[in-house]
């Protein structure tokens, strides 16, 4: 896993050493708006505080055990992951964004003996069983955003995306007398409205913020997705930016399912570190 993650920040600050060099010079006093952006792209890092709970029911109905999986699963609680951002504009009010959220997370953690089983889907997990866990989460979301309000200064999109989001997890318990072994996987679209604004303080300095949240009720299955972002950006160069800011990501996913029912509630924030090129 950590090797994992260390290719994909060699991968990241190669592709922004790229991206820097390739950005096209311009004079010290062609510092054009980012209200005017055609195309932004951002690469960094987010230090991510996670909180998780989660329920998972057993096929046959059984209501499962609710779990902290941080504390109960060993999973930590922080770490750093990379972030990615894009946005191609359409034209002087409309535009698309793009952007990847990832958290791959694995534990360890002997499960007390003065406690009790835990039933997680389709297995029993006894007092004293050591645990090995995994929980993948990854989002890839696409968004829309007409500028009812755009100048020099300041532009105001309304957005509508898309967030196809993929969870995964599996306990593991393997010793000499017994081996378990449960995974899970749920993925599925999530759709969301929201906010977007740029305010330009000087030609150096200017802010980035937006907010996409939504609340979904479909049959045997309820969600909310919100993700809320501010970013403060100093411009280098006129095309090139560096930037720290705040993400908050909250997922909340209930379902009734015979089958697979359960309860999901996560929480991922923290601030970030990025550079942006833009043309």
């Known amino acids: 896993m950590k090797t994992t993650i ?41 230090h991510v505080s996670s909180s998780t709970d989660l329920q998972a029911n057993s096929s046959e109905g059984v209501e499962g055990t609710y779990v902290d999986a941080e504390s109960q699963f060993g999973l930590p609680s922080s770490d750093w992951e990379p972030k990615f951002q894009a946005m191609a504009r359409l034209g002087t009010r409309q535009r698309l964004s793009f952007d990847y959220f990832t958290l791959d997370r694995t534990g360890n953690q002997t499960i007390p003996a003065s406690g009790s089983p835990i039933i997680f889907r389709d297995v029993v997990l006894l007092p004293t069983d050591p645990l090995q866990t995994q929980l993948n989460l990854r989002t890839f979301g696409i968004t829309y955003g007409y500028s009812f309000w755009h100048s020099e200064t300041l532009e105001i999109a ?57 609340d979904v009720h479909i049959n045997n299955a309820s969600g909310s997705l919100g993700i809320y972002e501010f970013d403060a950006l100093y411009r280098l160069r006129p095309n090139v930016s560096f930037a720290i800011g705040y993400t908050d990501y909250k997922a909340q996913l209930t379902s009734t399912s015979s089958t697979q029912g359960g309860e999901f509630n996560f929480s991922s924030k923290g601030p970030d570190i990025f550079v942006r090129v833009a043309f």
């Not at 991968?11 to 311009?26: C, D, G, Q, R, Y």
């Not at 004079?27 to 987010?46: C, E, K, N, Q, V």
């Open 158 to 214: 309304a957005t509508v995306g898309v967030h196809i989001t993929d969870l995964s997890s599996m306990v593991k318990v393997q010793t000499e007398t017994r081996h378990v072994i449960q995974t899970d996987d749920q993925a599925g679209p999530v759709p969301t409205v929201g906010l977007d604004a740029t305010w330009v303080a000087s030609k150096r300095f200017y802010f980035d913020a937006s907010a996409q949240y939504l």
């Open 6 to 46: 260390g290719a994909l920040r060699a991968s990241a600050f190669t592709a922004l050493t790229l991206l820097t060099l390739a950005a096209p010079k311009s004079r010290a006093d062609d510092y054009f708006s980012p209200t005017d952006d055609h195309i932004r792209i951002s690469l960094g890092a987010m």
